[in-house]
């Protein structure tokens, strides 16, 4: 993006006030003083009437307006909007005469003719035809003197022209100064030389003395001018050419350049008409001129251009880093548009190119605002491996073990022993019987017994007794007798054998692999984009910096622009430092920014001493 377009690309961003960038001149600045001053204020001594005459539509009740700073009279753009003749007061001791234009309603311009004092048109076959006024005729005179708004109405007076042409009305309303306008862009015409033509040859012949000062009027639209250079020219010679044949050498008035809306060209104007006029009745006007105007005019050179920035750096600094704007950076367009922007509000545009290649350093500082202004935004990500799941499981081995085996095997084994075995036996055995003897006793007789009386005291009695009797005989016994015998037997014996078998045994533990899984092993922060912070104070503090190092550069004409840029930001630095806080404090307010701008405003823009 170049320097040029930098500018108009940044206006974008100032759509709602479209006149923020605009590059003011010294002229513009001259023009809004002076208006305020003519006004204001009692400049000059003695009543002095500004007449404003010209084709239709070529700006004459928009001058008015514009000293009036409000559009009082109205200026639709319709043709022939006006149809008599409206004045007001400036100041004390000025007065604005407006008048219908020529070329359009010839009725209309026969206001304008008569109102002048020059002669009318008659023009029968024009539509409408144009009719001549006699002395009875009247039209109406407006007084916007105490209007103070376009809807408030003005004072009407019908006046028959006899009547205003009188010795004792031109006392009070004949022109000091007329100021003949004319719009480069429509042409210069035939009506329009026969008109011009005709009043100066009116005011020359007049007693009273009157200057008519030919103005272009530069229409502008969207900031350029609607009229070619060709327009100007043919038009500045043609007007030069008719002064010439109707005054000769008497008296040439420099044309003079103005804008009638925006009111530029005040100052020339005014400088011409104190020129022209005579020393009593301009009064202090030449002071105005001369020195409160130079002074004024730097100080609020300075200052709207502080405003400016302060404007610029207030918004872009609310902005993020990330805006763009026509496909570049913001701060880099903004740093390019602040740098055009000095240049031609102190060196004019054409300066623009000189500069260009001072440049370079900039744009290093503006990366590094730009990248402050910048944070990485990051993102915790984990860092997947491989890890293997275990399960413990017994290791086993072949392991040979030894050992007894015990088996019952029978032996066979020769045993003599002693035996009993039973024998038969004749032997001689003696029993013993008993045996019944019968025998006799005597027993003696009971006491009672009838015997006994008889004297008998005994008695015999037989008896059985038993007596033993030996028998001896023989008798086959069976008699254990002792024998050896010898006999084989088995016996049971445990027999012992060392064996070795192969025995599967658990040896330990081990681990075993069953499955691999991604985990988590680490986490890092990755950047994974970037967060673009407001502005902020950094970069309020740099382009303020850069404004007053441009403004440094073309002042004191130094010779490199890298002294300016230290200078400007060491100036922004102390201006700006003690604001920080406050300033990003207001970055966050969602309506901040007015706020914001006036503090910029407060710390660069002293009202008394205001340059830096
Ligand atoms: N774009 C543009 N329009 C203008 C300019 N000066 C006057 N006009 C317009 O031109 C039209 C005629 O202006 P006006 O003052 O009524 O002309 P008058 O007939 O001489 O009084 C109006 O619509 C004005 O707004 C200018 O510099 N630029
Ligand atoms: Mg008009």
């Given at each position: 993006m170049s320097l040029e377009t930098a500018l108009e690309s940044l206006k974008v961003l100032f759509k709602d006030k479209p006149d923020a960038l605009t590059v003011f001149d010294l002229k513009s600045i001259n023009s809004e003083y002076l208006k305020d001053k003519l006004r204001e204020?009692?400049?000059?001594t003695s009543p002095i009437n500004l007449w404003v005459t010209g084709r239709t539509g070529a700006g004459k009740t928009s001058l008015g307006n514009s000293l009036l700073d409000s559009k009082i009279m109205k200026s639709t753009g319709n043709i022939d909007c006006t149809d008599f003749v409206g004045f007001f007061k400036l100041g004390e001791n000025l007065r604005y005469y407006d008048v219908p234009g020529y070329a359009s309603d010839g009725s209309y311009e026969n206001i304008n003719r008569v109102a002048l004092l020059m002669p009318q048109i008659e023009e029968e076959d024009a539509d409408p035809p144009a009719l001549k006024m006699e002395d009875t005729d009247t039209f109406p005179v407006k007084d916007?003197?105490?209007?103070?708004?376009?809807?408030d109405k003005p004072e009407i007076e019908t006046v028959n022209v006899g009547q205003w042409q009188s010795p004792e009305q031109q006392k009070y309303v004949a022109p000091d100064v007329i100021v003949y306008v004319n719009a480069p862009h429509m042409q210069f015409l035939q009506p329009d030389t026969k008109y011009l033509r005709q009043i100066l040859q009116t005011w020359k012949t007049r007693k009273t003395p009157c200057i008519i000062i030919p103005a272009l009027n530069l229409f502008e639209k969207d900031g350029k001018s609607l009229s070619t250079p060709e327009n100007l020219e043919d038009a500045k010679t043609r007007i030069a050419k008719i002064y010439q044949k109707v005054c000769g050498d008497e008296w040439h008035s420099p044309i003079i350049e103005i804008n009638s809306e925006k009111g530029t060209g005040i100052e020339q104007l005014t400088d011409l008409i104190c020129q022209i006029l005579p020393q009593e009745k301009i009064g202090n006007m030449q002071q105005v001129l001369k020195d409160d105007l130079k002074q004024h005019a730097e100080k609020e050179h300075v200052n709207r251009y502080y405003r400016t920035l302060c404007l610029i750096a207030g918004r872009l600094a609310?902005?993020?880093?990330?805006k763009k704007l026509d496909g570049q950076n913001l701060y880099q367009a903004a740093a390019s548009a602040i740098s055009s922007y000095g240049v031609m509000t102190f060196?004019?545009?054409?300066?623009?190119t000189e500069i260009k290649t001072q440049l370079d350093s900039i744009a290093e500082q503006v990366e590094q605002v730009e990248k402050s202004r910048q944070e990485d935004i990051t993102k915790t990500e984990n860092v997947m491996g491989e890890k293997d799941i275990t399960h413990v499981v017994p290791k086993t081995e072949d392991v040979e073990i030894e050992y007894e085996e015990s088996h019952i095997e029978m032996k066979k084994e020769t045993v003599n022993e002693t035996i009993w075995v039973p024998e038969a036996v004749k032997e001689e055995r003696k029993t013993q019987h008993l045996v019944e003897v019968e025998k006799t006793r005597t027993k003696e007789r009971g006491k009672?017994?009838?015997a006994r009386l008889f004297g008998s005291t005994t008695y015999e009695k037989d008896y059985i007794d038993h007596e033993t009797r030996t028998l001896t005989h023989d008798e086959m016994v069976i008699k254990q007798v002792e024998k050896n015998v010898s006999r084989d037997q088995f016996i049971p014996e445990v027999v012992k054998e060392l064996k070795t078998r192969t025995e599967n045994r658990i040896v330990g533990y081990e681990e075993e692999v069953i499955d691999t899984v991604q985990v988590v092993v680490a986490q890092v922060d990755k950047v994974v984009g970037t967060k673009h912070l407001k502005g902020g104070y950094p970069v309020i503090e740099f382009l303020v910096g850069l404004g007053l190092a441009m403004k440094h550069f073309c002042h004191d004409d130094s010779p490199d622009f890298s002294i300016s840029m230290s200078h400007g930001n060491l100036i922004a630095e102390q201006k700006l430092s003690k604001l920080k806080s406050k300033i990003e404090q207001l970055m966050n307010d969602p309506n901040g920014e007015p706020e914001l701008i006036r503090l910029l405003e407060k710390a660069l823009v002293n009202k008394e001493n205001n340059i830096c």
């Open positions: 204020e009692k400049l000059f916007f003197s105490d209007c103070k708004s376009p809807k609310r902005y993020t880093s990330d060196k004019g545009a054409d300066a623009v009672f017994s009838p």
